[in-house]
Each structure stands twice: as structure tokens, then as C-alpha cells.
Nanobody, 122 residues
């Protein structure tokens, strides 16, 4: 079965950086688009970034554009989210997900990881 395991979350001060990883198994990773979403307590799940199967197409939410970078290594079945200049409002559980094509909508994503907590202190 498909498994997605996120790692790399933690506590960081505002202005700091974190790199999240999402390791995938049980699927032909290089055939799928991947996305990162986040969900803060009491809030809706929010699109963060997505990347096409080859890595040549990337998309970002306006709130993270210029600060976050999504990338993938198809040889390692892993997608990454480099997060720089972190702000307290970036605090959330970050989840990776699999889709057949890139999308901003969570409804397009079929498989989801459990998430990793990112906390940014002011």
C-alpha cells in the first residue's frame, strides 16, 4: 500500500529555516505529482506547494512564495520542502500528498501522510 512519511519538523525561531522531507513507498513515485499542505488548529487545510512528476513545474501559495521551495528526488522517492524566513503564522502540521497532476485543491490528492509539526516562535 502507499505510504508517505514526513520528517524534519520542529521548533524554530522566527526568521529561521527548516527542511521537511516526505518519503514515499508503494507507488511509482516518478509518475505522480506531489503536494505539501498545512493545517493549523481550528483552521482549514491550506495548500502550500506542489511539484510535477518531473520536478520542472512548481506552484506555491502566495503566502509562502519566495520563502519556501519544493523539490523532489525521484531516485530517492522523496519530496522536500525547504522553508526559509519562517514566521509564527507558518506554525501548523505539514502534510505531503500524492496526486495524478498538480493541483491547489486537497480534493485532487489521493494519498496523504500523517504530517509533521512545525512551530515557529516569535
Amino acid at each position: 500500500q502507499v505510504q508517505l512519511v514526513e520528517s524534519g519538523g520542529g521548533l524554530v525561531q522566527a526568521g529561521g529555516s527548516l527542511r521537511l522531507s516526505c518519503a514515499a513507498s508503494g507507488l511509482t513515485f516518478s509518475s505522480y505529482a506531489m503536494g505539501w499542505f498545512r493545517q493549523a488548529p481550528g483552521k482549514e487545510r491550506e495548500f502550500v506547494a506542489a511539484i510535477g512528476w518531473s520536478g520542472s513545474s512548481t506552484y506555491y501559495a502566495d503566502s509562502v512564495k519566495g520563502r519556501f521551495t519544493i523539490s523532489r528526488d525521484n531516485a530517492k522517492n522523496t519530496v522536500y520542502l525547504q522553508m526559509n524566513s519562517l514566521k509564527p503564522e507558518d506554525t501548523a502540521v505539514y502534510l505531503c500528498a500524492v496526486a495524478t497532476s498538480v493541483s491547489h485543491s486537497s480534493n485532487s490528492y489521493r494519498y496523504w501522510g500523517q504530517g509533521t509539526q512545525v512551530t515557529v516562535s516569535s
